[in-house]
């Protein structure tokens, strides 16, 4: 059984940064497809960052040059490097995995349309962690 554990969140101003992890375990880490999606109050979730096999990754458009999806396979932990966070930023961000094949969708349409969300994209991924809450005040 796959389990994701995500930790890091918090309460930062707007402006600041914060890091977050998820430690993966029962499964070999570098066969899934690992990536971050957020939700906010009211609204669907979205894919935030994914990261490929390859070392290729994807972002929403409204934090590229702001986060950093990164992976240490060796320790089997995902991590999210998020700088200038804004008001916006504020929802419970959940550490996800999925196939290959499912990862390309998420990855291609980020890509090309700068964002991927509701259930057309969440229902591709098949982890989930609990989440971890980042709040952003002004």
């Known amino acids: 059984q796959v389990h994701l554990a995500e930790s890091g969140g918090g309460s930062v101003q707007a402006g600041g940064s914060l890091r977050l992890s998820c430690q993966a375990s029962g499964y070999t880490y570098n066969t899934w497809c690992m990536g971050w999606f957020r939700q906010a109050p009211g609204k669907e979730r979205e894919g935030v960052a994914i990261?490929?096999?390859?070392?290729?990754?994807a972002y929403v458009v409204s934090v590229e040059d702001r986060f950093t999806i990164s992976e240490d396979n060796a320790k089997n932990t995902l991590s999210l490097q998020m700088n200038n966070l804004q008001l916006g930023d504020t929802a419970m961000y959940y550490c996800?995995?999925?196939?290959?094949?499912?990862?390309?969708?998420?990855?291609?349409?980020?890509?090309?349309?700068?964002?991927?969300?509701?259930?057309?994209?969440?229902?591709?991924?098949?982890?989930w962690g609990q989440g971890t809450q980042v709040t952003v005040s002004s």
């Open positions: 990261a490929d096999f390859d070392g290729s990754t």
């Open positions: 996800t995995a999925t196939t290959p094949d499912k990862c390309q969708f998420v990855r291609t349409r980020l890509r090309t349309t700068g964002e991927c969300s509701g259930a057309v994209c969440s229902s591709l991924l098949t982890y």
